[in-house]
C-alpha cells in the first residue's frame, strides 16, 4: 500500500497568506497525485487533479506542482473561505490512499 | 453533471451487515470511462476508499476490508450498491458514494453517517 503523508497536519494562518502543503509519497507515483478541499460537514471538493493540473470553477490561487514521491499545494493569498481540510490522494497504486489531511485555520 | 445520493439505513447493529445505495443522475451509470466507488470517513478523521466497480461489474477494493465488502451495479436503476458484513464499531462513519475516471472522484455525493451500535 502506497502511504501518502501530509505536513504539516494544522496550519493556522492570515488572510491573504501563502500556504503551502506538502504531501509524501512512500513509493513513486509519478504525477498520479490530487487534492481535495474538504469544509466542516461538506464532501471533498476536487482542486487539483494529477498533480499540477487545474480545474474549472477552481480560483487560480490554488495551484500544484512535484512528481514521483513529493507533490505540493500551494494557495496563493488565503481568502477566509479557504479555511478547511485539504486532502492528497493518489491513483498510482492499488489500493488508492489518501493523506492523513492537514487543517487550515484562518487566523 | 453527474449528481449522486446515498441511500441507506442510517444505524446499524455488531455483526449485521451495511447496505448502502448510491442514484446517479445527470449522467450516465453505463459510462465505459467512470468507475462507481465508495469512501468513508470516521467521524473527526481522514477519508479511506472502500472500493470502486464499473459499469461492466469489475471490481477494485481496499484489501484492509478483506472479504467483508461486496459491491455491485444497477444500469437499469442507474444505481450501484456496497455492501460491508460483520460491522463493528470501527465501521462507524459517514459514506460517499463518489465517480470519476482513473481513480479521481471529480463528484461526491452528500454522504450518509452509519452509526454502529448495539
Known amino acids: 500500500e502506497i502511504v501518502l503523508t501530509q505536513s504539516p497536519d494544522f496550519q493556522s494562518v492570515t488572510p491573504k497568506e501563502k500556504v503551502t502543503i506538502t504531501c509524501r509519497a512512500s513509493q513513486s507515483i509519478g504525477s498520479s497525485l490530487h487534492w481535495y478541499q474538504q469544509k466542516p460537514d461538506q464532501s471533498p471538493k476536487l482542486l487539483i ?11 487560480s490561487r490554488f495551484s500544484g506542482s512535484g512528481s514521483g514521491t513529493d507533490f505540493t499545494l500551494t494557495i496563493i493569498s488565503l481568502q477566509t ?15 488508492w ?11 | 453533471q453527474l449528481q449522486l445520493q446515498e441511500s441507506g439505513p442510517g444505524l ?27 469512501i468513508r470517513q470516521p467521524p473527526g478523521n481522514g477519508l479511506e476508499w472502500i472500493g470502486s466497480i464499473h459499469y461492466s461489474g469489475s471490481t477494485y477494493h481496499n484489501p484492509s476490508l478483506k472479504s467483508r465488502v461486496t459491491m455491485s451495479v444497477d444500469t437499469s ?12 464499531a470501527a465501521d462507524t462513519a459517514v459514506y460517499y458514494c463518489a465517480t470519476g475516471v482513473g481513480g479521481i472522484f471529480d463528484y461526491w455525493g452528500q454522504g450518509t453517517l452509519v452509526t454502529v451500535s448495539s
Open chain 1, 49 to 59: 487533479k494529477y498533480a499540477s493540473q487545474s480545474l474549472s470553477g477552481v480560483p
Open chain 2, 12 to 38: 446499524g447493529k455488531p455483526s449485521e451487515t451495511l447496505s448502502l445505495t448510491c442514484t446517479v443522475s445527470g449522467g450516465s451509470i453505463s459510462s465505459s470511462s467512470y468507475q462507481w466507488g465508495w
Open chain 1, 81 to 95: 473561505e479557504d479555511a478547511a481540510t485539504y486532502y492528497c490522494h493518489q491513483s498510482g497504486g492499488l489500493p
Open chain 2, 77 to 88: 436503476k442507474h444505481q450501484f450498491s456496497l455492501m460491508l458484513s460483520s460491522m463493528t
Open chain 1, 97 to 107: 490512499t489518501f493523506g492523513q489531511g492537514t487543517k487550515v485555520e484562518i487566523k
